[in-house]
């Protein structure tokens, strides 16, 4: 028995000129190129939002400590009482502190970190130094509760101490805020604008409970003396 096999029909198959394909090729390039902006802008203000809910709920834990703790809002240097502190790195968690606030917080800690931030693209960094029994740098500067975080500047126009326990919380003190600071500058912010080498903006948690935005020209600086470090809400 002759195995079947297919007879040719003499007809051409049809495909693409390499006019065809070029054109196509550079069509699809200019369409990638007016949908990257909008997909950059999509993800920018994802991470914003972001950052307002992990906020929103930070507060909730100041709130929830302070209720158990004489109305005082939580502070590094209730538990450490080192240099750094003195100096106003007000990102730096020190463990005792992580220790004291995990109780209030749902989700593992990873509220700390925004999606924008840029010291570290490793949110679950906490864990590792933690685990070597030192502090680790959150997203946010904590502003209420920090004996050294109360520096403000006359002649930066802000004279506003923060908040050291609940019944000093208003709609206009800020509890915590986007880490907007102007080391290196402003590289390791939040909401980093690169190609204008300056930040996009900041949210910041007030004493209300509400969280505002603010574009960078409408921000107000906070300068802890002597550390040459503004800070920005």
């Given at each position: 028995?002759?195995?079947?096999?297919?007879?040719?029909?003499?007809?051409?198959?049809?495909?693409?000129?390499?006019?065809?394909?070029?054109?196509?090729?550079?069509?699809v390039a200019v369409l990638a190129a007016l949908l990257f902006p909008s997909l950059s802008s999509y993800k920018k203000a994802a991470n914003r939002t972001k950052c307002t809910n992990n906020l929103r709920s930070i507060g909730a834990v100041w709130t929830s400590f302070a209720s158990d703790n004489n109305g005082f809002f939580p502070s590094n240097n209730l538990f450490y009482g080192g240099d750094d502190v003195k100096l106003?790195?007000?990102?730096?968690?020190?463990?005792?502190?992580?220790?004291?606030?995990?109780?209030?917080?749902?989700?593992?800690?990873?509220?700390?970190?925004?999606?924008?931030?840029?010291?570290?693209?490793?949110?679950?960094?906490?864990?590792?130094?933690?685990?070597?029994?030192?502090?680790?740098?959150?997203?946010?500067?904590?502003?209420?509760?920090?004996?050294?975080?109360?520096?403000?500047?006359?002649?930066?126009?802000?004279?506003?101490?923060?908040?050291?326990?609940?019944?000093?919380?208003?709609?206009?003190?800020?509890?915590?805020?986007?880490?907007?600071?102007?080391?290196?500058?402003?590289?390791?912010?939040?909401?980093?604008?690169?190609?204008?080498?300056?930040?996009?903006?900041?949210?910041?948690?007030?004493?209300?409970?509400?969280?505002?935005?603010?574009?960078?020209?409408?921000?107000?600086?906070?300068?802890?003396?002597?550390?040459?470090?503004?800070?920005?809400?």
């Amino acid at each position: 028995m002759k195995c079947c096999h297919s007879i040719g029909t003499g007809r051409r198959v049809a495909g693409f000129t390499l006019i065809e394909m070029l054109a196509t090729v550079a069509i699809v390039a200019v369409l990638a190129a007016l949908l990257f902006p909008s997909l950059s802008s999509y993800k920018k203000a994802a991470n914003r939002t972001k950052c307002t809910n992990n906020l929103r709920s930070i507060g909730a834990v100041w709130t929830s400590f302070a209720s158990d703790n004489n109305g005082f809002f939580p502070s590094n240097n209730l538990f450490y009482g080192g240099d750094d502190v003195k100096l106003g790195n007000w990102t730096l968690m020190y463990g005792a502190l992580h220790n004291a606030l995990m109780p209030y917080v749902n989700g593992g800690g990873d509220i700390f970190f925004c999606p924008e931030y840029k010291f570290s693209k490793e949110p679950k960094m906490w864990k590792q130094e933690l685990a070597r029994g030192g502090a680790y740098y959150i997203s946010y500067n904590m502003y209420a509760g920090q004996d050294y975080a109360a520096a403000y500047n006359d002649s930066l126009g802000n004279n506003l101490p923060p908040a050291f326990r609940l019944s000093q919380a208003s709609s206009k003190v800020p509890l915590l805020f986007d880490d907007t600071t102007s080391d290196e500058n402003f590289r390791y912010s939040n909401h980093y604008d690169k190609s204008k080498q300056l930040p996009y903006g900041g949210n910041a948690l007030f004493g209300d409970g509400h969280v505002e935005w603010r574009n960078y020209p409408d921000m107000i600086p906070v300068l802890k003396a002597g550390s040459g470090f503004t800070r920005y809400y």
